[in-house]
């Protein structure tokens, strides 16, 4: 086959973030509608360049690069790793790029993925990164999707840490998580660069697009 633009626009959506589901790359990728995307993606898929994986029943199929697309492309070799335990946060955070891209109307090369921020910081030097920056109006956001309380310790060390490191911290939390909520309300008053962004209205969002 031939590959055209989108088609590395597709590739380079897939590596930067951990779960690629098709209907993310619809958005990312600029298709007009699922079903021209859906085609696309088979083939690719027939072509050796991408593979779709069940890995969580319940969940759709997320999209990987093969090794042939990352030869080709000059992309790390080694196996992309994934938890179970994260699948479910790591869709939604893709869910929130995309709220953040129509809302803002921000090319998709001013987001920053956690995996590039930890590329970028090697190995040797592994800290507390957002699960995803970007820039608006000279402006860097970090955004976080947090849905499930961590020790208390550690949350609100990761609010400093983004208090100091960027103009705005953008949490994503469950209406249902009262407690989760009411930290993040006590640490603005000291931190006052929080915002408090409910999930619910994000996936509404997302559903009218």
């Avoid at 993310?24 to 007009?32: D, E, K, V």
């Avoid at 069940?54 to 992309?80: C, Q, S």
């Avoid at 939604?92 to 921000?106: E, G, T, Y």
């Amino acid at each position: 086959m031939r590959l055209v633009d989108r088609d590395y626009d597709i590739f380079n959506e897939i590596f930067r973030w951990k779960c690629c589901l098709s209907r993310h790359i619809r958005f990312l990728a600029g298709f007009s509608g699922q079903r021209a995307c859906d085609r696309r993606l088979k083939l690719l898929i027939d072509n050796g360049y991408i593979e779709r994986k069940r890995i969580l029943y319940g969940v759709p199929a997320i999209y990987f690069l093969t090794y042939k697309a990352k030869k080709m492309l000059n992309y790390p070799l080694r196996k992309d790793g994934i938890k179970i335990e994260q699948i479910n946060h790591d869709i939604i955070v893709l869910d929130c790029v995309i709220f953040f891209h129509h809302k803002f109307d921000l090319p998709l090369n001013k987001f920053v993925s956690e995996k590039e921020m930890h590329s970028a910081d090697g190995f040797s030097n592994r800290m507390h990164r957002p699960d995803f920056i970007f820039h608006k109006d000279n402006k860097t956001y970090c955004v976080e999707v947090e849905l499930n309380l961590k020790a208390k310790n550690r949350f609100v060390k990761n609010i400093e840490d983004n208090f100091l490191k960027y103009d705005v911290q953008d949490w994503i939390v469950p209406s249902s998580k009262i407690k989760i909520i009411q930290i993040l309300e006590e640490n603005s008053i000291s931190y006052p660069n929080i915002e408090i962004i409910k999930l619910d209205e994000i996936l509404e969002y997302i559903k009218s697009l």
